[in-house]
T-cell receptor, first 114, second 117 residues
Framework: DSGVTQTPKHLITATGQRVTLRCSPR?????VYWYQQSLDQGLQFLIQYYNGEERAKGNILERFSAQQFPDLHSELNLSSLELGDSALYFCASSVSLAGYNEQFFGPGTRLTVL | AQKVTQAQTEISVVEKEDVTLDCVYETRDTTYYLFWYKQPPSGELVFLIRRNSFDEQNEISGRYSWNFQKSTSSFNFTITASQVVDSAVYFC??????????????FGKGTKLTVNP
């Protein structure tokens, strides 16, 4: 158990819908990352927040957005969903921004878009 | 841009065999960090090791060992006397320091290891 929690574990929805994925980082970790794992693209970095502020963006679609709240939990919002958005979405946390800090991953949310 | 290549898509071995998973990376930075993660069938990503670009010492942890060679930009992972529980997908990843102190992990495509009894 990494200490990072993600809810829900599974999500099944239809095209065009909007969903919210939630992540609670490890106690004491200020940095939260979101990654998408799909068969086509592998594991890809989406976005990072540090202490409530966005710090880095990766291959995140404009239909996707995220935020980190004062209690440090984070939410990833996916809208106008398409079949290709079906994937495993991971949240990770680390204690700081520094690259030497290992990122601890949550169990993931498996999103299926029908 | 940084890149991580894991050329072995799938490897199948018999229990107790030794197996090496290859990882080759590309980066223009002089300071960077390399990681290995394990993804068992249950799906979670488990951190295994971190290595920084200034430390080329090999590391051993039980049956696991890592060989970092800057000259060949490789960070290979060896499992000695493999066990069925080692069956998983293994990812090599690269982290680079960026302006403002932020960073991200760039992952290879992963190597699926199957250890047969």
């Amino acid at each position: 158990d990494s200490g990072v929690t993600q809810t829900p574990k599974h999500l099944i929805t239809a095209t065009g819908q909007r969903v919210t994925l939630r992540c609670s980082p490890r106690s004491g970790d200020l940095s939260v990352y979101w990654y998408q794992q799909s068969l086509d693209q592998g594991l890809q970095f989406l976005i990072q927040y540090y202490n409530g502020e966005e710090r880095a963006k990766g291959n995140i679609l404009e239909r996707f957005s995220a935020q980190q709240f004062p209690d440090l939990h984070s939410e990833l919002n996916l809208s106008s969903l398409e079949l290709g958005d079906s994937a495993l979405y991971f949240c990770a946390s680390s204690v700081s921004l520094a690259g030497y800090n290992e990122q601890f991953f949550g169990p993931g949310t498996r999103l299926t878009v029908l | 841009a940084q890149k991580v290549t894991q050329a072995q898509t799938e490897i199948s071995v018999v229990e107790k065999e030794d197996v090496t998973l290859d990882c080759v990376y590309e980066t223009r930075d002089t300071t960077y960090y390399l990681f290995w993660y394990k993804q068992p069938p249950s799906g979670e990503l488990v951190f295994l090791i971190r290595r920084n670009s200034f430390d080329e010492q090999n590391e051993i942890s039980g049956r696991y060992s890592w060989n970092f060679q800057k000259s060949t930009s490789s960070f290979n992972f060896t499992i000695t006397a493999s066990q069925v529980v080692d069956s998983a997908v293994y990812f090599c990843a690269l982290s680079e320091e960026a302006q403002g102190g932020s960073e991200k992990l760039v992952f290879g495509k992963g190597t699926k290891l199957t250890v047969n009894p």
